[in-house]
């Protein structure tokens, strides 16, 4: 269960994704050396062979520096794994990059019953690459697995948690029978694995799919070799039924550190860079070669006022300052926040100030409040209304009501440069309006959660193309069964009204009406000031444009290329020189990573580090 | 007055005879410092930053540290206004820095004071007292003098949560036993002169030999040590911050270049932003470096004729 948390990388919330790499590593670093970093840097700066357009051989390099956590489908949570699920394995449905809706993939038709509970699946006829027929019972078998053994529903477990049962009358139809109405069954977002080669693999939770290679798969591109924390490389389907991949390789690099990342793009040892700070991608838009990409982001950024922490059957637990119950409180706290101000500095200029809870990206699905239901920036508003609901400024200036100080932790991920710096801005702020924040930075934010011991905190979740996952975290029957038991979501949030359209939209099976639903919800959402949306930074990225001629990004046009819902940019991705006859030409892109992984350094640390971190939870937060 | 002055000298108190001879020694040791000229050199930049770390308040303010009213825009290079150009949040590099040595000087004094206290003290204990006292002393040091700095601090700021204090005592808990170690050592030396006999055979209790004779005799060597320790201190406080285990809200030289590499300052070519901090860092162990060399010379005469 706590695994459910990290269901989907897609969806990760950031407090559980790992330690960003450089912290651990970097550090120990001298700084002598940071600074004789500079100086070589400065000077490779300069050198810049394209790499791919020389041989005969077209490799297409991207650096990652996140650490696999496994490469079986059934376990795998992280953006690289799931990515690579996506290039290795072919889904059923996938979406549009145009339209964001689903479209043919391994299901190449599909029909759905009256009632909407039964949904069959017609399989297109295509082989593994291993020679093997794709057929309906693999996925019969990969949906089935999952319901039955619990380590196979990891990752994707949600997918089936309606299902009543699945089967494969004849190799071409699938068949899947739902308890209940869902919405969501062209976008099941689980690769398809070929039984043949699966149902033998032994303990599912211990299987990490890293013992043969090449990799059995029937998606654009097929894993040949993993190279742990050094490279994996991939090489094209020529039988894929979309089209063959056009470069003849497609490597993941390992470079931890993230300038060195630009560095070894400058210098074209890799071809594709993504997750750059406003600064790094300012300063490539003038590099020659180079193309950067500024991407609608997919995340969205917030903060979430604990409102009391309860369970499922309303005990109250934790220790958050219960002036946050108070909804003028909140109010006034959201009103010492600058969105605008947030994105213009903190994220330089590179993304969007928006309440909404679902990204701009998916214009069908978002809402933002209108400028009279906007709870703005407003410190004199902010005061106003606390003085009138009885909060008197003390002698420190800070206010308090009956004991009650207005004096909050603010737990932020320390990973997260741009979070740690608009804490400083709201800390400032919330002061002119006499709240006192203290900015706690942390490494996770999973321990106080579970104890409930927090008053703010930061938190971002990336969203689907379907909202449905996004939307379900907030529901009341997400909240936690007991004390530390599992736990979606992270804001406490718990509102009657929002469940009942959320039950709704997943029953609406027409798009447009379930959007009216989807968008009731985020309005309910707002106004509650407890999941406090700041808007979506851009997902910055940078490509080398004499190697890589054309991609695709998702959605086309203004989308990402790295971290897609889909195989788009890699299996679009045409050689410089060679895009001619191109069907899709986007240019730009970007790349919104889940930062990853820990790193080389920490890891040594990290078991004990944890370890403390976990037991010291709850007494670092009470400190000030 | 006359009679009163030359009585006076006359019959000179012992106290006043021992601020005599302290004058003279302060003299006589000033005088050999002066000598050496890297010595003065630090001891010059030390006073500086010192000057600047206590005017800094009055002289820019604490207005400029604030993110939401930054007196310039982010990342500017350096230009008339702004000498060294701004950071990630528009404020002025320069001031940060200024403000900066304000928390690396006190991390620095303050953790080697803390260490050197404790280390003082376990020095003499286990130098002056034989058997099972000295040795269970000794068995504690040598415990803590394996334990890493970096670790205990990583380990730390997660128990402790992260700020200022926690980084002083994690460096002020690790850096204690080399000075115990020394001050042990210097302490069997100055018991086994003739005239610590005597005292004893005066009826000099413990108490009395350690504070009245062991302490005087390794205060030197303890200076000497501080000086050298500060500057280790400062240069782990920056790599604990730097490490993102500092208070991010305080500007500390060690989080400006964590946050000059978190805005990806290298790789954009800032050095505006990541050099002053490192630069200042440098300089200051640098200086305390160069004076506690200089102190060692002058109370080792082995070492100055050399």
Request: glycine residues 10%.
């Amino acid at each position: 269960m706590v695994r459910s948390r990290d269901s989907h990388a897609r969806t990760t919330p950031e407090w559980r994704v790992g330690r960003r790499r450089r912290r651990a590593v970097a550090g120990v670093v001298s700084i002598l050396g940071l600074l004789a970093a500079l100086l070589v840097g400065g000077a490779s700066a300069q050198a810049a062979p394209a790499e791919g357009s020389a041989g005969e051989e077209k490799v297409l390099t991207i650096a990652v520096s996140q650490e696999v956590d496994s490469l079986s489908p059934f376990l795998a949570v992280r953006l690289i794994t799931t990515s690579l699920g996506r290039l290795m394995y072919d889904f059923l449905t996938n979406y549009d990059p145009k339209t964001g809706e689903s479209i043919p993939a391994l299901a190449e038709k599909w029909e759905t019953s009256e009632d909407g509970l039964t949904w069959t699946y017609t399989i297109r006829e295509t082989n593994w690459s291993d020679g093997q027929p794709v057929t309906a019972e693999d996925a019969r078998w990969t949906f089935d697995t999952m319901m039955k053994d619990e380590a196979a529903a990891t990752a994707n477990g949600n997918f089936v948690e309606n299902f009543e049962s699945v089967t494969a009358p004849d190799p071409r139809t699938l068949v899947i029978k739902l308890k209940a109405p869902q919405a969501t069954m062209l976008a099941l977002d689980v690769p398809i694995l070929p039984k043949h080669k699966w149902e033998n693999a032994g303990d599912f939770a211990k299987f990490n799919n890293d013992k043969e290679f090449p990799v059995v798969g029937n998606g654009p591109w097929i894993l040949s070799e993993h190279d742990v924390n050094n490279s994996i490389t991939l090489v094209p389907n020529k039988d894929f039924w979309r089209g063959a991949p056009k470069f003849d390789k497609l490597v993941f690099r390992y470079i931890t550190d993230p300038d060195a990342q630009v560095e070894a793009l400058k210098a074209g040892e890799v071809s594709f860079v993504s997750g750059l700070t406003p600064a790094q991608a300012r300063s490539l838009e003038g590099a020659d070669n180079i193309t950067v990409n500024k991407a609608k982001g997919k995340r969205f950024q917030a903060i979430t006022l604990n409102p009391g922490a309860k369970l499922q059957d309303g005990t109250e637990f934790g220790d958050g300052n219960k002036a946050l119950k108070d909804p003028v409180v909140r109010e006034a706290l959201v009103r010492t926040i600058d969105r605008e101000a947030i994105y213009k500095t903190a994220y330089g200029g590179f993304g969007e100030a928006n309440g909404g809870y679902i990204p701009s990206r998916y214009s069908d699905y978002h809402w933002e409040p209108s400028d009279a239901e906007a709870v703005g920036f407003d410190v004199a508003k902010a005061n106003e209304i606390l003085d009138a609901a009885g909060y008197a400024k003390g002698a420190d200036g800070i206010r308090a009501k009956d004991g009650l100080k207005l004096s909050f932790r603010f737990n932020v991920h320390a990973n997260n440069p741009q979070y740690i710096q608009a804490a400083e801005m709201m800390r400032e702020w919330a002061k002119e309006a006499g709240m006192e924040l203290k900015v706690l930075p942390v490494s996770e934010v999973g321990a106080l959660l579970d104890a409930g011991t927090y008053d703010i905190l930061t938190t971002g979740w990336s969203v689907n193309p379907d909202p449905d996952y996004i939307l379900g975290i907030n529901r009341c029957s997400g909240l936690p069964a007991k004390v530390g038991g599992p736990y979606l979501s992270d804001a406490y949030y718990c509102n009657p009204e929002y469940d009942k359209l959320y039950a709704a939209q997943l029953a609406e099976l027409d798009r447009a009406k379930r959007a009216e639903i989807v968008k009731q919800m985020q309005e309910i959402l707002y106004k509650d000031n407890i999941f406090v949306v700041w808007g979506y930074a851009d997902q910055l990225e940078a490509f080398r444009s004499d190697v890589i001629g054309s991609m695709t990004p998702q959605p086309d046009p203004g989308g990402n290329f790295n971290g897609q819902d889909g195989y788009w940019s890699w299996w679009s991705a045409t050689p410089a020189g060679e895009e001619s006859n191109e069907d899709s030409g986007g240019t730009t892109g970007n790349t919104g990573l889940v930062v990853g992984v820990g790193a080389a350094a920490l890891a040594a640390l990290g078991g004990a580090f944890l370890v403390a971190r976990r037991r010291g939870g709850a007494t670092a937060d009470d400190r000030e | 007055m006359t009679t009163n002055t030359s009585s006076g000298s006359a019959r000179t108190s012992p106290r006043q005879l021992t601020w005599a001879r302290r004058r003279r020694a302060v003299a006589t040791f000033w005088r050999e410092y002066r000598r050496n000229r890297a010595g003065l050199f630090g001891l010059a930049v030390l006073s500086l930053f010192v000057l600047s770390a206590l005017l800094v308040p009055w002289v820019v303010g604490e207005e400029a540290l604030s993110v939401t009213r930054p007196p310039g825009e982010p990342l500017q290079p350096p230009s008339g206004e702004f000498l060294l150009g701004t950071d990630r949040s528009g404020r002025s590099v320069l001031d940060l820095v200024l403000w900066g040595s304000r928390v690396s000087l006190t991390v620095g004094f303050a953790a080697t004071f803390i260490s050197i206290a404790v280390g003082g003290l376990i020095g003499i204990l286990a130098g002056h007292f034989h058997g099972w006292l000295s040795a269970a002393l000794l068995r504690v040091t040598d415990w803590f003098l394996v334990m890493p700095t970096l670790v205990l601090a990583v380990a730390l700021a997660a128990v402790l949560g992260r700020s200022l204090s926690t980084i002083i005592i994690a460096i002020g808990v690790t850096a204690w036993p080399t000075t115990a170690r020394l001050v042990r050592a210097q302490t069997l030396a100055v018991e086994a002169r003739p005239y610590i006999e005597r005292a004893r055979a005066l009826g000099g209790g413990h108490w009395h030999v350690m504070s009245r004779h062991v302490l005087p005799n390794v205060m030197p060597i303890v200076l000497a040590q501080t000086t050298l320790m500060v500057a280790g201190a400062i240069l782990t406080e920056s790599t604990v911050a730097f490490l993102g285990l500092g208070d991010p809200t305080v500007p500390s030289w060690g989080s400006t270049i964590q946050a000059a590499r978190d805005t990806g300052a290298v790789s954009s070519g800032m050095w505006w932003y990541i050099l002053p901090p490192g630069i200042a860092i440098a300089l200051v162990a640098l200086a305390f470096t160069l004076c506690g060399r200089a102190i060692e010379g002058v109370l080792n005469p082995r070492l100055r004729s050399r």
